[in-house]
């Protein structure tokens, strides 16, 4: 019997002798899994209706798949295994998962109605990041990338910064945590031309550089897109060289949001500060500022690299100890 053509929202655990009509709009990087010594890659997939579901391809069948399934092409897929998404990687709606592998029927086929340019983003500019209120937000942005930093260690963690840029003018950090900071910054650096393009999806705000991005764990990259916003944005570096190269290397520090009518409702009290909160959360608190020692320093010592506060003296380098070099110390 031939199978059903289901749309990916019918799909679950009880689906038998299926097949859906899909494109591949996320691929990423194959990277070895925390949990065991195997390695594994995330496959995004989207059908007609614009439904989402992620896939997993796992081990050799990486390396036999690695050709099939390309960034935005259209296939059919045969009665892939069904599994539930653990809950610390899903991030989507569907909660469903499919295991592909080297037995899977794979064809690449047209479907009506799926195509590139049915592609949808909502894109944030750099420049809009601060305006962004939701709580934990889940930012995609379009950036042309500048510089790749140097791999650094901090508080037990790797990190990769990437400063970037859009038409706004207004450079900011990208900041590549964890296995982020192996794939996805060795594959930056290793772009092609001056300014390559790229997408961020999923990413998080980060207080590090002021307010900047940072990569999450369901965060996801991809690396010169054929989309009309990439290319509008390849056009815009190449006629603005010039100006790209003469922006600061240290970002634009962005401000933390101004209070909304809404959190105006909700100012607090300093008596009534909670004691301690499990997650970051921003606070309105209204009050008047006055400063009661004017011998105080109005700054602090960092590190020139890495950000972190130090307790060295004048105007020559330290060693940092998260850095494990030495460094020029910045007033901050």
């Known amino acids: 019997m031939a199978p059903s053509i289901l749309p990916l929202s019918n799909v679950n655990l009880t689906t038998s002798n299926y097949a859906v009509q899909v494109m591949v709009v996320e691929k990423n990087i194959p990277r070895m899994s925390t949990s065991s010594n195997s390695e594994y890659q995330r496959i995004i997939l989207q059908d007609k209706e614009g439904n989402k579901m992620q896939a997993t391809i796992f081990g050799y069948n990486i390396r036999i798949l690695q050709n099939t399934l390309k ?6 897929i045969t009665n892939a295994a069904v599994g539930q998404t653990p809950e610390k990687s899903r991030f989507l709606e569907n909660k469903y998962q499919l295991a592909i592998n080297a037995r899977t029927p794979v064809e690449e086929i047209q479907i009506d109605g799926l195509t590139l340019r049915n592609m ?3 894109f944030t500019p750099i420049t ?7 709580p934990d937000p889940k930012i995609d942005v379009l950036f042309a990338i500048l510089e790749v930093g140097p791999l650094k260690l901090i508080n037990d963690s790797y990190v990769v910064d990437v400063r970037v840029v859009d038409q706004g003018m207004k450079p900011t ?4 945590w964890d296995q982020f900071s192996d794939y996805e910054a060795r594959a930056m650096a290793a772009l ?3 300014f390559p393009v790229a997408i961020g999806l999923r990413l998080k705000t980060s207080t590090y550089y002021g307010l900047t991005l940072a990569t999450r764990n369901t965060s996801s990259f991809i690396f010169n897109p054929p989309i009309l916003e990439a290319t509008a944005l390849q056009s815009w570096c190449v006629v603005n060289a010039n100006k790209i190269r003469e922006l600061p290397t240290t970002p634009t520090q962005l401000l933390l949001p101004n209070p909304t009518e809404e959190s105006e409702a909700k100012i607090t009290k300093i008596a009534n ?3 301690f909160i499990q997650k970051v959360e921003f606070l309105t608190i209204k009050g008047i500022a006055r400063v ?3 011998g105080q320093k109005f700054y602090y010592l960092a590190c020139s690299i890495c950000n972190k506060a130090t307790n060295a003296y004048g105007d020559g ?3 940092c100890n998260y850095c494990l070099q030495k460094v020029p110390a910045l007033a901050e």
């Open 120 to 122: 949808r983003y909502n």
């Open 128 to 134: 809009d990041i601060s305006q962004v209120r939701v």
């Open 292 to 294: 009661i020692d004017f």
């Open 273 to 275: 500060l909670p004691v």
């Open 173 to 176: 950090i990208i900041s590549l």
């Open 192 to 194: 092609p031309g001056s």
């Open 71 to 76: 960034m935005y092409h259209t296939y059919c």
């Open 317 to 319: 380098n330290f060693w």
